[in-house]
Nanobody
Framework: QVQLVESGGGLVQAGGSLRLSCAAS????????MGWFRQAPGKEREFVAT????????NYADSVKGRFTISRDNAKNTVYLQMNSLKPEDTAVYYC?????????????????WGQGTQVTVSS
């Protein structure tokens, strides 16, 4: 059974940093793209970042470009999201997901498996 488990969320002051991790199990994900999404209270879930199977291609939402960095360690079946210069508007539940396709994509519908999410709260 495929399982994605996010960790690393928490409470941080504006301007601070957090590093989210997503550990995958149940199959080898080194051939597949992975992504991060987030959902703030009262809002729809939105794309944050995606990375191709090799890590050679990445894409970011405009709202996080230059502040967030997605990376992966295929030997550990883990994807990361380094979040710097956090803002209160980054407060959300962050989800990782895997797309059973090698290319990075922003489309939520393309993703096949999702984690349960980790809460990130940024105080002003």
């Amino acid at each position: 059974q495929v399982q994605l488990v996010e960790s690393g969320g928490g409470l941080v002051q504006a301007g601070g940093s957090l590093r989210l991790s997503c550990a995958a199990s149940g199959r080898t994900f080194s051939s597949y793209a992975m992504g991060w999404f987030r959902q703030a209270p009262g809002k729809e879930r939105e794309f944050v970042a995606t990375i191709s199977w090799s890590g050679g291609a990445t894409n970011y939402a405009d709202s996080v470009k230059g502040r967030f960095t997605i990376s992966r360690d295929n030997a550990k079946n883990t994807v990361y999201l380094q979040m710097n210069s956090l803002k209160p508007e980054d407060t959300a539940v962050y989800y990782c997901a895997v797309n059973l396709w090698p290319g990075a994509t922003m489309a939520q519908a393309a993703y096949d498996y999702w984690g349960q999410g980790t809460q990130v709260t940024v105080s002003s």
